[in-house]
């Protein structure tokens, strides 16, 4: 911290501005644009009292869900320009440059990684669990529900300092794993490592809170009568992963902190010299990093079965070996992590072992596939969008899960490691698996939330670009990695690769037409919202609880808690005529109020992350002391909550 | 690996098969299918869909456990003596050591054919990876400790080495090549390597250190004792030193 930092403006100068590059420019430009866009649209409309007391201060689980959501749709499009910027260097650069210099690809390759794992994945999911779980177990909110809002916005800090960190300064090249050395100030000096560290570590403790939250929630806040073994499966994969998220994220803010502590302070954890070690990192990264694509994926098997049910017009087949699959993976992804560097030279027993321990995941894994292939059996199938990526996914995710297993096996593994066979792997998990997983439960509950349905051949149309420009920009991989192609490679000389690289640039352009059919798919479906509508609450002929109440619901959820005596109790409720049984509850119907503890905390993580990237300290300090005084002055609020036994019954908001 | 790969193909293929033909049959305009909208276990189905994955990993870990034994990165491999190479990444390049034939090379790693070839490999920066597809493997390259790495060639012929684990700018470029010699070549390449007037030391170390894109091969006709000993262990001291030629790790 010597590079003539002043008391004023740390590190900060004019420098940080991209005038460097055209790239980096015209990124900095739509990035700008967008921000700025937003602001004179909201001044236009006039609504920034309304977008102030309606959401930004909101604390209702639902509306938090919705911003979310509405952060990972924005991210997932950020996230998918770095990709097919990446896609279309690689498919030119066959022995020359291409139109990025190495260290713009690098930082491209780090925050698309970064993004779509902390900022697009984390953030879609956690806004589905924020939606749905307390409507399906039958409670009025979360168990916290401020606590709910301050993990939200801190993750949007995250989320804006990266987004920050393309028009001030440079983000880092040390790509989303942030392995050092190469992350330490040895390597690395400037500030792009410190975005990508603070930027996690702020989101990272909003998540962690999301993760104590839920345990707490799902576990106090069911209705009577909705026993663990009756919970829906998305309720059960919500539970397991936020139990994922307690135990794992611990891990990556302490990796994390120690190597801003290296480079900020001159520490020696991770250093080449100084007594540091490099495998610390790794195994702590990892011990974090293999849950974490679990923590990712329970949700998106809970939506699938869900779906699948739903869709297929049929009870949920083998709903115990499906929560106990899910609870063995749970507790197993905590066992496997060195899988992610067999090549570090250890032992023929302790790979061996790992290479087993991975494998051992497979069952509970295949297990879930065909539970959810006999719920199809002599079902009455509905092809809409959501079960469609249902189909979609479970075609496609075996064949990742096979390369999985593939890579488990070390002596493969030596091979095909840092290789784009690698890539194609965990891309055949996260976009059939996680992405379609959530893409289904957006358009599955998108009617619940809104109250009109979204249109439907926009969603199949989405689907099918999707579907075929996944194999088509991953499968080339698959190939280009047994050939020996290295990931994170920027140009190349052999000429065997690029017609599989530009094959691959094809499949990105499919899946940039799956994007934009997203986006026409809510354009026409908003137009059309009047020929949509869902006037039932349950259009879908649903079987938990969230479609027994109006669409959109009430603030408060249920004007009366329902007892619960069976698993799809709502759904013999309808078969039987009788509605199910309304609880005694002995206190008034109350709501939790607005509050700006939030924002501020928003504020305050994006101070102290700004701050500490550039060296400014009294930004950084000026942000803890908003966060502590908002703490302090949360606790002379008295009143929290506000009574609507009033409008009980009125069935809008 | 064809083995593994076939065998989860038994269970692969018919899974898509399957839910393609039940998502057909089942379909709700115009399926065939019968309904039973309540029918959700079957011990029968249950045992089996926990019992084929669990034969199959069974399989597959008994193969996993021999193999990873059997194809150990640090088995020597059986046959004559090995050769003996020390390799160590630099930015962007590799220095190859021949400890007992006394010469170092940049960038180009010549051997014998058919010859058992023993690697000891660290890094002097980031950390890195070594590997020669042709031949085999990876292994990672780490500042300040000491993998190591066994390989053999079956043929004669000019093979791709590189790092491949990202490490900076030069990345992309950090190959090298792994030449594949009969006996009679490598004595002639050693010999025109034995004739450089460059010798490895503080000062042509600290050159070839420097980082670097796309670094030309360079020979060096000899190499001071225990070199890559020292590099190895040279991190290993609280001094904030960075310099090549530091001492105090020798022992
Ligand atoms: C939407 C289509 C997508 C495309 C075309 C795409 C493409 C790519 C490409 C080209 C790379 C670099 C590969 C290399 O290093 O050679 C990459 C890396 C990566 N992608 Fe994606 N990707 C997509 C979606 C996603 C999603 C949805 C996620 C996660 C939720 C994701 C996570 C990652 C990660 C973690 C990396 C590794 C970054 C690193 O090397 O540090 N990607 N992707
Ligand atoms: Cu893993
Ligand atoms: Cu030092």
Known sequence: ?653 | MWQAFNLMLLVVVPVILLTLFFAWRYRAAGGKGAYRPDWDRSPIIEVTVWGIPIVMIGILATWVWDKTHALDPYKPLPGSEPLRIEAIALDWKWLFIYPDLNIATVNELAFPVGKPLSFRITSEVAMNSFMIPALGGQIYAMAGMETQLNLQADEIGTMQGRNMQFSGDGFAGQTFEALSMSQDDFDAWLSNVRQSNSHLDTASYADISKPSTDAPVRYFSTVPPDFFSKRVAHFMGMEHEHNPNVKAADQ
């Open chain 1, 1 to 653: 911290m010597t590079e003539n930092a002043s008391l004023l403006l740390g590190r900060l100068g004019l420098d940080a501005l991209p005038f460097y590059s055209w790239v980096a420019f015209s990124g900095a430009l739509v990035t700008l644009a967008g921000g700025v866009g937003f602001l004179v649209l909201v001044t236009w409309l006039g609504q920034w009292r309304a977008l102030w007391t309606g959401w930004l201060t909101s604390v209702d689980h639902k509306r938090i869900g919705i911003m979310y959501i509405v952060l990972a749709l924005v991210m997932l499009v950020r996230g998918f320009v770095d990709a097919i910027m990446m896609r279309l260097q690689q498919a030119m650069s066959y022995n020359r440059e291409g139109y990025l210099p190495p260290e713009h690809f690098e930082q491209i390759f780090s925050s698309h990684g970064t993004i779509m794992i902390f900022f697009m994945a984390m953030p879609f999911m956690t806004g589905l669990l924020n939606y749905i779980i307390p409507l399906q177990i039958g409670a009025r909110d979360v168990a916290f529900p401020v606590l709910n809002a301050i993990s939200f916005w801190l993750t949007f800090a995250g989320a804006g300092l990266m987004l920050i960190s393309l028009v001030i300064g440079k983000f880092s090249t040390a790509g989303w794993t942030g392995y050092p050395p190469y992350s330490g100030v040895e390597f690395t000096p400037g500030v792009g490592v410190d975005y990508w560290i603070w930027s996690i570590l702020v989101s990272g403790v909003g998540t962690t809170m999301t993760g104590i939250n839920f345990v707490v929630t799902i576990l106090r806040k069911r209705a009577p009568g909705m026993l663990l073994m009756r919970m829906p499966l998305f309720t059960w994969t919500g539970l397991c992963s936020s139990i994922l998220i307690i135990f794992a994220f611990p891990a990556l803010t302490v990796s994390t902190t120690m190597l801003a502590l290296d480079r900020t302070l001159g520490m020696h954890f991770f250093t080449n010299d100084g007594g540091g070690n490099v495998m610390n990192y790794m195994n702590l990264f990892w011990i974090w990093g293999h849950p974490e694509v679990y923590i990712l994926i329970l949700p998106a098997f809970g939506i699938f079965s869900e779906v699948v049910a739903t869709f297929s017009s049929k009870r949920l087949f083998g709903y115990p070996s499906l929560v106990y699959a899910t609870a063995v993976i749970a507790v197993l992804s905590f066992t496997v992590w060195l899988h992610h560097f067999f090549t570090m030279g250890a032992g023929a027993n302790v790979n061996a072992i790992f290479g087993i321990a991975t494998m051992v995941i497979a069952v509970p894994t295949g297990v879930k596939v065909f539970d959810w292939l006999f719920t199809m059996f002599r079902g009455r199938i509905r092809f809409e969008p959501p079960m469609l990526f249902t189909i979609g996914f479970m075609c496609l995710f075996v064949i990742g899960g096979m390369s999985g297993v593939l890579l488990a096996i070390p002596p493969i593994n030596y091979s095909t490691h840092n290789t784009t066979f690698l890539v194609a792997h965990f891309h055949n998990m996260i976009i059939p698996g996680v992405l379609f997983g959530y893409l289904a439960g957006y358009m599955y509950w998108f009617p619940k939330a809104f109250g009109f349905q979204l249109d439907r051949v926009w969603g199949a149309r989405s689907f099918w670009f999707w579907m075929i420009g996944f194999l088509l920009a991953f499968m080339p991989l698959y190939a280009l990695g047994l050939m020996g192609m290295p990931r994170r490679l920027e140009t190349y000389g052999n000429p065997e690769w690029q017609p599989l690289l530009i094959v691959a640039f094809v499949g990105a352009c499919l899946i940039l037409m799956g994007i934009i059919s997203l986006v026409m798919q809510l354009w026409v479906s908003v137009k059309n919202r009047k020929a949509l509508v869902d006037q039932t609450g349950d259009p879908w002929d649903g079987r938990t609880l969230e479609w027994s109440m109006p669409s959109p619901p009430p603030i408060w959820n249920f004007d009366n808690v329902p007892v619960v005596s069976s698993r799809d109790a709502f759904h013999e409720a309808k078969l039987s005529g009788i509605p199910l049984p309304a609880a005694e509850e002995d206190s008034p119907l109350s709501v939790p109020k607005n509050s700006v503890m939030g924002p501020c905390m928003g504020v305050a993580g994006m101070c102290i992350g700004f701050g500490a990237v550039w060296y400014i300290w009294w930004l950084a300090f000026a942000g803890l002391a908003i966060a502590v005084a908002a703490i302090i002055g949360r606790s002379f609020v008295q009143s929290t909550e506000n009574d609507v036994s009033f409008k009980r019954g009125a069935t809008t908001t």
